[in-house]
């Protein structure tokens, strides 16, 4: 997420709160058997809980340590749990001299054994991303719930919750499932208990709880499942850096250092550059790194052992839960390099389909490879991170379609971009996009331009990578991230009080239904092509204002890809000799919007617009 302006809230003075119980919770609050890391550690609260002897007697588990922490009501346990330990229940005991002794009904499930239930997100996929509040509202009975902050619903602003849910998902997985999507990603769908503005889902305050408003954490599993059955993969929105000030344990940390403090509420710089730069000073490092987000979003100390064992876990715990095939990890540069690399490993270690990308919204290709894995640009450290959020990409995009033609601008400017790929260790782990939640939607950026906006949409669905589509782009949703709301204003007809259903055929307008065809197509094309699934890319050199790219299998020159942008205001013919090396003296090619067999000896591409066709 970008930064937010939303209302600054100060922060509140937690005095007079509830008494807390003797033993509160225990997190994560069941584990698995079979785990590849043995190593558990649980985060038990309750009033004076430190002051209690820990008994634990279960075949395979064992209590290695009891740790105690500055504040007297948390302990940390860290348990051993061997391969031979089977599923089951079993109880940890807290005793203490003078008082009720204490019980805690621990389970170890099984881990699942099917062995595509974790499929991982892969350049053959298509995702659609969505926030679940302004999607659909599948269940009306969870709009309100009284006990939270923020318990009202209003359609009519865009700060306020509306009352989608992951039921309203659910409704439509065929839609999604017939425009030709493989993937849903949801904006953060976990508790987010603030007074305002709780809708994003960038503010956690409870790692362990699917938003009521959305639903529970059942139905978050049934969702993954149900997405699944139908052949749809499903990638979990996660945020490292910070949490909601209205999370339950900001209100009684477990120690001063679990959060990164201030003598003064200092906020993040956002500015990328101090952690990459080699003349950057510490104090700017640390003010990037360590600065809140927002007063509402203090910033966690990703250098606490028992933040990093608590932060992997829960995001473990999910996965093993709930049976998800990527992550979308939030606010990437803002994290301390040494934890992330290692939650990688460790995440991938129990995971090895799992896949993950990082959102670095950086200006530079150099900026995004140095976020990812390989150490490709010589930092001496592998941050194991396949991919990021190819923003600068997208910025080459609209340059090419908005700008004008210079030696590096316009369409030359995407060129120029993709020839930077050496620098990533694999740019197809990259998800590359036009638009997300944080930016004005892409059909306003070409200023409601329905041949650029066809441009772009091709070059998306065929360029490399991992194709990315904000929700309603498929239907011209249109607006100016100024603020954000605006892009994230409702799908019509995910509420059954709309006048309109821009789900089905005759709830669009022509244009739009032109708009759903045409990103149907190329969708459901893409499926079928292995040069546009696990194909290279080659380009050439933009000339007379024609960019030219192949997708193409090195084995077998039937099935490449060509596409050929021409984003200027006069027809133009082509000769394809130049592009001998990909054509492989093939002559003939299907043109895959018109389905019309043509020879390729010269094209001929009209003014403002993108031809793809697959040789053959
Ligand atoms: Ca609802």
Redesign the pocket.
């Known amino acids: 997420m970008k930064k937010i302006f939303i209302i600054l809230f100060l922060l509140i003075s937690y005095a007079g709160f509830a008494q807390i119980p003797d033993l509160e919770r225990i997190e994560p609050m069941f584990w698995f058997t079979k785990m590849h890391n043995p190593k558990l550690q649980l985060l038990v609260h309750g009033k004076d809980i430190a002051n209690h002897q820990v008994k634990i007697n279960y075949p395979g588990v064992t209590l290695t340590k009891v740790n105690k922490v500055e504040n007297p009501n948390y302990l940390f346990l860290d348990l051993l749990v061997s391969k031979s330990a089977k599923a089951g229940k079993f109880t940890i005991d807290f005793t203490a001299k003078g008082k009720k002794s204490l019980t805690y009904s621990y389970q170890l499930k099984e881990k699942s054994s099917s062995p595509n239930r974790i499929q991982g997100v892969t350049q053959k996929d298509f995702i659609y991303l969505l926030m679940p509040d302004r999607f659909s509202?599948?269940?009306?009975s969870?709009?309100v719930v009284k006990d939270l902050k923020e318990s009202s619903v209003n359609r009519d602003s865009m700060y306020y919750r509306h009352?989608?849910?992951i039921q309203?998902v659910i409704n439509h997985l065929d839609y999604l499932k017939g425009l030709g999507v493989t993937t849903v990603w949801m904006t953060p769908e976990i508790e987010n208990d603030m007074p305002l503005a709780s809708y994003h889902g960038y503010a956690v305050t409870d790692h362990y709880k699917i938003d009521p408003?959305f639903g529970t954490n059942e139905l978050y599993k049934k969702y993954v499942e149900e997405c699944h059955v139908k052949g749809l993969k499903v990638i979990k929105d996660i945020v490292h850096n910070h949490i909601g000030s209205n999370h339950w344990f900001y209100n009684d940390l477990p120690m001063k250092n679990w959060l990164n403090q201030w003598p003064v509420y200092t906020q993040t710089s956002y500015r990328d550059q101090p952690v990459m730069d080699p003349h950057a000073s510490e104090a700017d490092k640390k003010k990037m790194l360590d600065g809140w987000f927002v007063p509402t979003m203090p910033d966690l100390n990703q250098r606490n052992p028992y933040v990093e064992n608590y932060l992997t876990q829960n995001h473990i715990w999910w996965i093993e839960y709930a049976g998800i095939d990527g992550l979308r990890l939030d606010t990437y540069p803002y994290n301390d390099e040494d934890f992330m690399a290692d939650w990688e490993q460790k995440l991938k270690a129990e995971f090895p389909h799992l896949s993950i990308f990082g959102e670095t919204l950086v200006s530079t290709v150099a900026s995004q490879a140095f976020f990812t894995g390989g150490n490709t640009v010589n930092r001496g450290f592998d941050t194991h991170l396949p991919g990021i959020t190819d923003a600068v990409l997208k910025d080459a995009i609209y340059e090419g379609l908005n700008g004008k033609t210079g030696w590096t601008d316009g369409i030359n400017r995407i060129y120029a971009t993709m020839a930077q790929d050496f620098l990533y260790k694999d740019p197809n782990q990259n998800c590359i996009f036009l638009d997300n939640h944080d930016m004005s939607r892409f059909y306003s950026m070409v200023n409601e331009d329905f041949d650029r906006y066809k441009m772009g949409m091709t070059m998306l669905l065929t360029m490399r990578g991992i194709p990315q589509m904000y929700y309603g782009t498929e239907i011209l949703m249109k607006n100016y991230s100024n603020p954000d709301g605006l892009v994230r204003s409702d799908f019509l007809g995910g509420w059954v009080t709309d006048s309109v259903n821009k789900f089905v055929e005759k709830g669009r307008t022509v244009k739009e239904n032109e708009a759903f065809t045409f990103v149907k197509t190329l969708a459901n094309y893409r499926q079928k092509n292995e040069a546009l699934q696990n194909g290279k890319l080659m380009q050439y050199i933009p000339e007379n204002d024609l960019y030219v790219y192949f997708r193409y299998m090195a084995n077998n020159p039937k099935g490449t890809v060509m596409v050929v942008i021409n984003n200027t205001d006069k027809d133009k013919s082509l000769d394809t000799k130049r592009f001998a090396e990909r054509t492989k003296g093939i002559i003939k090619a299907k043109d895959i919007f018109s389905g019309k067999e043509m020879g390729i000896s010269e094209l001929q591409i009209p003014k403002k617009s993108a031809m793809v066709l697959e040789l053959n």
């Open positions: 509202n599948g269940d009306k969870n709009d009352g989608g849910d309203g408003r």
